[in-house]
């Protein structure tokens, strides 16, 4: 069975920083493009940082550029959202995602081009 599980959210004061891991299970991240996605109350689903599979292309959010970095462990299992100097806009649910791409293609960072999800990691940033 393919999941991904997420780990490593929580409650942090502003300006202090989380790292949301997210394991793959039943597959390897090794040729995937992978996720970070965010939901707040009342928003939509938002792209907050992707990966291309292959080359390792980084896209992220204008609003986590420079405080936020995504990563995968050499081993391909799993993957990392380092958040640093948090902010309360960054409260919300957020979830790791995965997809293989097409041959010759990445996806956009954008929702409906991942398939396979995890069940989402609450942050919640306040003093």
């Known amino acids: 069975q393919v999941q991904l599980v997420e780990s490593g959210g929580g409650s942090v004061q502003p300006g202090g920083s989380l790292r949301l891991s997210c394991a793959a299970s039943g597959f390897t991240l090794d040729g995937y493009a992978i996720g970070w996605f965010r939901q707040a109350p009342g928003k939509e689903r938002e792209g907050v940082s992707c990966?291309?599979?292959?080359?390792?292309?980084?896209y992220y959010a204008d609003s986590v550029k420079g405080r936020f970095t995504i990563s995968k462990d050499n081993a391909g299992n799993t993957m990392y959202l380092q958040m640093n100097n948090l902010k309360p806009e960054d409260t919300a649910v957020y979830y790791c995602a995965a997809v293989r791409p097409p041959a010759g293609a990445q996806p956009m960072c954008l929702m409906r081009a991942f398939s396979n999800w995890g069940q989402g990691t609450q942050v919640t940033v306040s003093s």
């Open positions: 990966r291309s599979s292959g080359d390792g292309m980084t």
